[in-house]
């Protein structure tokens, strides 16, 4: 539309100064001409000013898109790698349980022989195997032994059992331990695709922002480029009307010189008559006046005439004008809310929490938040003002070591954050199956960055 406008408006101005009034004189005629030029003039520092607004919203953008494109480069390079994390986790749990199936196996194992030896025992050493042993005559010390080698047998079976019984539980523990991790890196890994999609939905706009600027700016080019050619143009009409009118002028002065040089000499012909008029009147009277003798000398009473001149002094007028000019000045306050607290009391805020559920993008403590919405707002709860996304997490406050890590301080990885509760454990959203939750291993995948706000 703007493009069709522009057309438009140039097209008046190219006809305005191809077109003049055939009646007009050449002063008219300039006056237009040097009218038209000052509009074509303005038109093109319009297209001038809007070209460099453009360039400057293009170069903006430009540098959007550069940030956004290095955000996306680190973005899919924690999806890689937490896709290699799931994966390697996957392999420790079909490892583990190859091990509980071990356990299993030689549980079975284990169970048939100790049936074997309870039906033996019970064969051997019942209440009729313990009187057939006093019946059959044997003295006191083979019942003795065979009574503690019994004993012997029952205490093997519950110790076996025993360990049987805690090496299941430490392979369930751990397998359950592996799940849980797996399901957080998988929760991460959503996050981070899903904050790769919209990074690329983001980069998809921009750069077709910038393309529709790179457009306008090559019609406005196109159309100064036009307006120039008017300029020239306009310019050339105005030397071409200049010269006519300089012409006309030297032709009027040179008819005027003309015309004043014939009147310069009628006027010397006619005083030239009158002089030749008056000297044959004079030598006519001086002969009748010798003829005569007696001469009458009649005296001529010259009469004069006056000429009056009158002039007009003009009366200027003068105009008075009011130049005023306004400006408003604005200012904007920029206020980020900061607080102070301990990292216990963050800790102890943060743990009121667990159960409630895990949303992706969420910032609700109660109804769902994800893992850097669940940090957002803890801390927001004390005053301080965080960034809702886990890459940005990791500059906020100071670094610290995992080993100087305090309660409070927040512990990022690839695509999740949580926040540290002391004793190697961590408080976090953790995924859609388990919530807010608490985990006893905060090193259970690579930690990037171990950030002190408090």
Same mark, same amino acid.
């Given at each position: 539309m703007r493009k069709k406008f522009l057309a438009l408006s140039l097209a008046v101005i190219v006809s305005a100064a191809q077109v003049m009034t055939?009646? $007009?004189? %050449?002063?008219?005629?300039?006056?237009?001409?040097?009218?038209?030029?000052?509009? /074509?003039?303005?038109?093109?520092?319009? $297209? =001038?000013?809007?070209?460099?607004?453009?360039?400057?919203k293009?170069?903006?953008?430009?540098?959007?898109?550069?940030?956004?494109?290095?955000?996306?480069?680190? /973005?899919?390079?924690?999806?890689?790698?937490?896709?290699?994390?799931? *994966?390697?986790?996957?392999?420790?749990?079909?490892?583990?349980?190859?091990?509980?199936?071990?356990?299993?196996?030689?549980?079975?194992?284990?169970?048939?022989?100790?049936? =074997?030896?309870?039906?033996?025992?019970y064969e051997s050493g019942g209440d009729n195997g313990w009187a057939a042993l006093i019946l059959?005559? =044997?003295?006191?010390?083979?019942?003795?032994?065979? *009574?503690?080698?019994?004993?012997?047998?029952?205490?093997?079976? %519950?110790?076996?059992?025993?360990?049987?019984?805690?090496?299941?539980?430490?392979?369930?523990?751990y397998s359950n331990q592996l799940a849980d991790e797996k399901a957080d890196l998988e929760a991460s890994e959503a996050e981070?695709? $899903?904050?790769?999609?919209?990074?690329?939905?983001?980069?998809?706009q921009k750069k077709a922002v910038s393309d529709d600027y790179e457009n306008q700016i090559a019609d406005l080019n196109d159309m100064a480029a036009q307006y120039n050619a008017v300029l020239a143009e306009q310019n050339a009409k105005i030397q071409q009307i200049q010269e006519e009118i300089a012409a006309e002028e030297a032709a009027k002065a040179a008819e005027e010189a003309r015309k004043a040089e014939e009147a310069r000499q009628a006027a010397e012909a006619a005083e030239a008559a009158r002089q030749a008029e008056a000297a044959r009147q004079a030598e006519a009277e001086a002969a009748a006046s010798s003829a005569a003798n007696n001469t009458t000398t009649a005296g001529n009473?010259?009469?004069?005439?006056?000429?009056?001149?009158?002039?007009?002094?003009?009366?200027?007028?003068?105009?008075?004008?009011?130049?005023?000019?306004?400006?408003?000045?604005?200012?904007?306050?920029?206020?980020?809310? /900061?607080?102070?607290? /301990?990292?216990?009391?963050?800790?102890?805020? $943060?743990?009121?929490?667990?159960?409630?559920?895990?949303?992706?993008?969420?910032?609700?403590?109660?109804?769902?938040?994800?893992?850097?919405?669940?940090?957002?707002?803890?801390?927001?709860?004390?005053?301080?003002?965080?960034?809702?996304?886990?890459?940005?997490?990791?500059?906020?406050g100071r670094g610290v070591s995992y080993a100087e890590a305090q309660p409070g301080d927040i512990i990022c990885y690839s695509g999740h954050v949580a926040i540290y509760i002391g004793g190697g454990a961590i408080v976090h959203a953790?995924?859609? %199956?388990?919530?807010?939750?608490?985990?006893?291993?905060?090193?259970?995948?690579?930690?990037l960055a171990v950030r002190r706000v408090v």
């Open positions: 055939v009646s $007009a004189s %050449r002063q008219e005629q300039l006056q237009q001409q040097r009218a038209a030029q000052a509009e /074509t003039s303005a038109q093109l520092d319009n $297209a =001038k000013a809007e070209i460099d607004d453009l360039e400057t293009k170069n903006q953008i430009t540098g959007e898109i550069d940030d956004l494109d290095a955000q996306l480069v680190v /973005t899919m390079a924690s999806v890689e790698n937490l896709k290699n994390e799931i *994966a390697e986790k996957q392999t420790e749990i079909e490892d583990t349980q190859k091990k509980l199936s071990g356990a299993q196996a030689e549980e079975d194992e284990q169970y048939e022989q100790m049936k =074997k030896r309870i039906k033996f025992l059959e005559g =044997k003295d006191l010390s083979s019942i003795l032994n065979q *009574a503690e080698y019994t004993q012997k047998l029952y205490k093997y079976d %519950r110790e076996c059992l025993q360990e049987y019984m805690d090496l299941v539980q430490q392979v369930t523990d981070q695709e $899903a904050q790769q999609q919209s990074l690329e939905e983001m980069l998809e009473t010259p009469s004069s005439t006056g000429s009056s001149t009158t002039t007009t002094t003009p009366s200027n007028g003068g105009s008075s004008y009011d130049d005023s000019s306004s400006s408003d000045t604005s200012s904007s306050d920029d206020s980020s809310s /900061t607080g102070s607290a /301990t990292g216990s009391a963050i800790v102890s805020y $943060a743990t009121q929490f667990i159960g409630n559920p895990y949303v992706w993008g969420g910032t609700s403590l109660t109804n769902g938040a994800d893992c850097s919405g669940f940090i957002m707002s803890v801390y927001a709860h004390f005053g301080y003002s965080l960034p809702h996304s886990s890459s940005a997490l990791r500059s906020v953790s995924n859609e %199956r388990d919530g807010i939750k608490i985990s006893s291993n905060a090193a259970y995948t690579t930690i």
